[in-house]
């Protein structure tokens, strides 16, 4: 079973790794355009995800109290946002296509700061993927093998767009195609690391596990609506975001049926 668990829990980071590899065959930086309809996808991806893959099973679990099974979700989620709300405050970092960077002031360069963003936003990435599976170990949450899958599948697909957009303005800002690969590849390495993490500590906490699942779903939701949903919106009108944010949703959404 561990060794299925490390697989799920590499497969998010090998998206990462392979997307930032497009640095090394493609030529120009990502037109705006497509940055918008990737990142679109990938919040479509993420709220499908916090919604089958997490919130579902944690009040699937506390079923049996009756009109209350709503409370550990509306709860752990609340703690989500919340920590990443305070994360968003004590990180400084810039997010894609803003000026200003955020957190407290910094004098890193701005490509430091914009891997930092994406690694703050694949912190709740990591935590998910990591419950999900400490969920399927403890054999006591609503999940299977299928659906923990389908969870860092949905993660590794969305995870491919995010390392193409960090690689490609770090060779275009002049680092060496390989530099700018490890960069993009490194700003995704939190996620296996946080997952394990949270695989470990979770197995200590199976009460609360309805809680973890719903913290990791509000850290999630608030990486959508707080990062992905400006960037995707970002420029001149155009309705690409909203068409790939729906199809990221529906693909995740059916992978998530089709093999929970």
């Known amino acids: 079973m561990w060794l299925n668990v490390i697989k799920g829990i590499a497969i998010p980071f090998i998206g990462t790794a392979l997307g930032s590899a497009c640095v090394f065959f493609m030529k120009k930086q990502l037109r705006g355009t497509v940055q918008r309809a990737l990142t679109g996808?990938?919040?479509?991806?993420?709220?499908a995800a916090s919604i089958w893959s997490l919130l579902i099973p944690a009040m699937n679990q506390c079923a049996d109290r009756g009109r209350w099974a709503f409370l550990p979700a509306f709860i752990g989620f609340w703690l989500g946002i919340l920590?990443?709300?305070?994360?968003?405050?004590?990180?400084?970092?810039?997010?894609?296509?803003a000026e200003q960077a955020e957190g407290p002031k910094s004098k890193a360069k701005k490509t430091t700061m914009m891997v930092l963003a994406v690694t703050l936003h694949n912190i709740p990435e990591g935590m998910a993927v990591g419950v999900v599976f400490a969920g399927l170990l403890s054999g006591s949450a609503e999940i299977?093998?299928?659906?923990?899958?389908?969870l860092s599948i949905g993660?590794?697909?969305?995870?491919?767009?995010?390392?193409?957009?960090?690689?490609?303005?770090?060779?275009?800002?002049?680092?060496?195609?390989?530099?700018?690969f490890l960069g993009g590849t490194?700003?995704?390495a939190v996620e296996p690391i946080g997952a394990l993490l949270t695989v470990l500590f979770a197995g200590l906490f199976?009460?609360?596990?309805?809680?973890?699942?719903?913290?990791?779903?509000?850290?999630?939701?608030?990486?959508?609506?707080e990062e992905l949903i400006p960037e995707m919106s970002a420029g001149e009108h155009s309705n690409i975001g909203v068409v790939m944010f729906a199809l990221?949703?529906?693909i995740m959404m059916a992978l998530d049926v089709a093999l929970g």
């Open 41 to 47: 996808f990938a919040g479509g991806v993420m709220v």
């Open 206 to 225: 199976v009460p609360a596990m309805p809680y973890l699942l719903s913290f990791a779903a509000g850290a999630m939701i608030y990486v959508v609506v």
């Open 144 to 150: 299977t093998a299928g659906g923990a899958l389908a």
């Open 186 to 188: 490194l700003s995704g």
């Open 83 to 97: 920590f990443l709300l305070l994360l968003d405050q004590i990180i400084p970092h810039l997010h894609m296509n």
């Open 155 to 180: 993660i590794a697909i969305q995870n491919f767009p995010e390392g193409a957009i960090i690689s490609m303005p770090l060779h275009a800002e002049g680092k060496t195609k390989g530099r700018a």
């Open 248 to 250: 990221g949703f529906t």
